[in-house]
């Protein structure tokens, strides 16, 4: 029986790594047996998310703009798309189809089981997600977050709230959870512990660059800040001027880094113990799946630490709550900024207070 070995997520656990890796090295996996295709969408994305719209409830942002919003007939092309891959994979002599897709964390568990019973029912369905310590998950969720909008998202625990939908993946395949943590990967490394999964041998492979390099604090707060300036009604969406002083930021703290200690992105201690203290869904992650967080260890030795009332869905106002920010470091970053011609706030001083 053909294995088919779908990567589903969760977002922000290096899936653009796993998806870069598989794209490179598609022909050498077919060697082993891995079949890999991206299947081609009008974004031209090298992955298979375009495939979760079949089970989708509603087009997603990301594809609504090029596709407009017509359920119906997107959930028509995803699962055209499907199929095509399928033909494409059984006229080969590979015994694994490889999927990868963060997105499909949000399908409905429902049509996606029903499509398997339809569709997949000749393969040995593997499926595969990564889970992250809640505290760096948010703060993850946050840089990307910040790359669309003027605004900080509500805190709080609903975003590592998966211990339901990943045992309701049970209807689909066997579920393999492993924590996106350098301390518990194969090799300390996303890519070779997904490669462990498919249980291939990646040595001498192609090993892209990191996809998705990180800023300091303070470049998360003068992104923030250029925003505010230039999009204070909106829209909330990814715009070209906020990848290209990503980049900018990226370039100058990399010039400096002999000469400025940039702060690496960490929630406050408070907040950070809040997110990682919730004993329910911790305590269902551990009877329902068998995981625990390597950080945090058995939830019975966990007590809940902060005031739900005070701190869950609260927005709040700067950064700089949420963050630790070095004031030197920010105010030599935006100098370098400004010197380059990126428009920043003159209200607002290389310190980040209001005038």
């Avoid at 950064?319 to 970053?333: G, H, N, S, T």
Wanted: a negative charge.
């Amino acid at each position: 029986m053909p294995r088919l070995v779908l990567h589903a997520g969760l977002p922000k656990t290096g899936s653009t790594s796993i998806q870069q890796f598989l794209n490179a090295n598609a022909s050498a996996l077919g060697d082993q047996g891995v079949f890999f295709r991206p299947a081609a969408d009008r974004r031209n994305r090298r992955d298979h998310n375009f495939l979760a719209m079949a089970f989708w409830n509603r087009v997603q942002r990301i594809y609504s703009d090029r596709y407009g919003d017509d359920l119906e007939r997107r959930q028509g092309d995803s699962r055209a798309a499907w199929i095509r891959l399928l033909d494409e994979f059984r006229r080969t002599d590979h015994d694994t189809l490889v999927i990868s897709g963060e997105f499909f964390t949000r399908s409905g568990i429902g049509p996606m089981t029903e499509f398997a019973r339809e569709h997949l029912d000749d393969f040995d369905i593997h499926v595969v997600f990564y889970l992250r310590q809640p505290s760096t998950h948010y703060v993850s969720w946050l840089q990307q977050h910040l790359k669309g909008s003027n605004k900080l998202m509500p805190f709080g625990r609903k975003r590592s709230h998966w211990a339901r939908m990943l045992r309701m993946w049970n209807q689909v395949g066997d579920v393999s959870v492993r924590e996106f943590s350098r301390s518990t990967l194969v090799g300390g490394d996303v890519v070779d512990d997904f490669a462990s999964e498919l249980g291939v041998d990646i040595s001498g492979f192609e090993r892209p660059a990191d996809a998705n390099e990180s800023i300091s604090a303070e470049g998360m707060d003068l992104l923030l800040e250029h925003r505010r300036l230039h999009w204070p009604q909106g829209p909330d969406r990814i715009m070209p001027e906020s990848l290209e002083l990503i980049g900018r930021i990226r370039s100058i703290e990399a010039a400096l880094a002999d000469q400025v200690d940039f702060t690496p992105v960490r929630l406050r201690d408070e907040l950070a113990a809040y997110l990682d203290s919730d004993v329910d869904e911790l305590t269902k992650l551990d009877r329902t799946l068998g995981f625990r967080y390597s950080a945090i260890g058995d939830p019975a030795d966990v007590s809940p630490i902060g005031d739900p009332d005070q701190l869950e869905g609260r927005v709040f106002d700067s950064l700089d709550q949420m963050v630790a920010i070095d004031p030197a470091a920010r105010a030599r970053l935006r100098t370098e900024l400004v010197s380059a011609g990126v428009r920043l706030d003159p209200d607002v001083t290389a310190t980040g207070s209001a005038r």
